[in-house]
């Protein structure tokens, strides 16, 4: 982890990645409402210092952050409570660079000001959790971008440890052994998923698996459990893109609920 601490107590972490794309094309996908919610999570932006910038994680599981800088398409900073009410406040500063060859490096940094180290698992945890949806992001910019996009995302909560729980889940899935770059069907008994294995692995709190699928229509489907303090959450987002999104994200939604329903039947949430 890259947690950095300075004598005036401010702490941070930052994550960067490198994505196709002009400035332009990058800033409407990572700071825009459609452009958020065709990698991230349901959002809205009021694109204004002062605006705010609202996330759907789940039922009852909203982010809210107040814009404090807006600098198209090179970079916009904001302030939330997202650590807690308790805790210090969230400053988060989104930058894009242009880089050669048709490419912009997005960093994202969080920082708080802080006397003692109470904290810093939560800035860890946070810096964590970037780089899975980072590919996603990734994988729009580099196959979907400016395409509309319709989400079918599923959040429960598994009463085992979290290996147990992502054995669970891939096992239902089709996904135990699946290597990336590799042709994959879901099994008949889950809902209708195919397409290519992008990669699989593990982090310190979590284990994640992503899809670039072609079936029911293009799109991206990303499985992560992760554990948050003593609770293990399973997230399983399907991201559908083109014209007919919504239509099939309407059809096939209660089809992925009714599944992780009975994989995790005492803490499915409805989304």
Not at 81 to 91: N, Y
Not at 144 to 167: E, M, N, T
Request: hydrophobic fraction near 40%; charged fraction near 20%.
């Amino acid at each position: 982890m890259s947690l950095h601490k300075e004598p005036s107590g401010r702490r941070s972490v930052q994550v960067e990645i490198e994505v196709p794309g002009t400035p332009e094309q990058v800033w409407q996908a990572i700071a825009t409402g459609p452009g958020i919610s065709s990698w991230f999570v349901p959002s809205e932006v009021q694109g204004r210092v002062g605006g705010k910038v609202v996330g759907h994680f789940g039922p009852d599981l909203d982010s809210l952050a107040t814009i404090t800088a807006w600098q198209p398409p090179e970079q916009f900073a904001a302030d939330s409570q997202d650590l807690g009410p308790s805790a210090p406040a969230l400053a988060t500063q989104w930058f894009v660079e242009a880089r050669a060859g048709g490419v912009c490096l997005v960093r994202v940094v969080h920082s708080l000001f802080a006397s003692s180290d109470d904290w810093d698992d939560q800035l860890e945890n946070v810096e964590e959790g970037w780089p899975t949806f980072f590919r996603i992001l990734r994988l729009y910019l580099s196959h979907f971008s400016g395409q509309s996009c319709a989400i079918v995302p599923l959040v429960a909560v598994a009463a085992g440890p979290r290996s147990q729980a992502w054995k669970t889940l891939t096992e239902s899935f089709g996904l135990t052994r699946a290597q990336s770059g590799e042709r994959w069907r879901a099994p008949a008994d889950a809902p209708r998923a195919a397409g290519i294995v992008q990669e699989t692995g593990a982090g310190k709190n979590h284990f994640y698996a992503l899809v670039r699928l072609d079936e029911p229509t293009t799109g991206t489907c990303s499985l992560i459990v992760n554990t948050v303090g003593e609770t293990v959450y399973v997230q399983v987002s399907c991201y559908y893109y083109g014209a007919q999104a919504t239509e099939i994200a309407r059809h096939e939604g209660p089809h992925w609920q009714t599944w992780i329903e009975k994989l995790f039947p005492a803490t499915a949430a409805k989304s």
